[in-house]
Nanobody
Framework: QVQLVESGGGLVQPGGSLRLSCAVSEFTSDYYAIGWFRQAPGKERRGVACFSRLHDTIEYGDSVKGRFTISRDNAWKTVNLQMSSLEPEDTAVYYC???????????????WGQGTQVTVSS
């Protein structure tokens, strides 16, 4: 059973930065990407960033481009999300996920982490 464990969430002021980490128990050839999603209260879970095996392609959601950076270690055991210039609208539970398809489409997610809360408030 694949396990994903997120860490690094917390309370941060607007304009601040936060770094999330996802510890991945295994990332076999059955899977093609690891991504970050978020879900704000009363809203759908949406993709934030995705790191795909294919040419090491990285994709970001429009609302976080230029502010968030996804990275990984060589073994795909740790995937990080560096978040900068945070806004109150970034407040959400952030989830790490493994996808069966490049690009992390929501329908392809095979495993989810338990989530970590990020709150941006003064």
């Amino acid at each position: 059973q694949v396990q994903l464990v997120e860490s690094g969430g917390g309370l941060v002021q607007p304009g601040g930065s936060l770094r999330l980490s996802c510890a991945v128990s295994e990332f076999t050839s059955d899977y093609y990407a690891i991504g970050w999603f978020r879900q704000a209260p009363g809203k759908e879970r949406r993709g934030v960033a995705c790191f795909s095996r294919l040419h090491d392609t990285i994709e970001y959601g429009d609302s976080v481009k230029g502010r968030f950076t996804i990275s990984r270690d060589n073994a795909w055991k740790t995937v990080n999300l560096q978040m900068s210039s945070l806004e109150p609208e970034d407040t959400a539970v952030y989830y790490c996920a493994i996808a069966r398809v490049h690009g992390c489409p929501h329908w392809s997610i095979a495993y989810w982490g338990q989530g970590t809360q990020v709150t941006v408030s003064s």
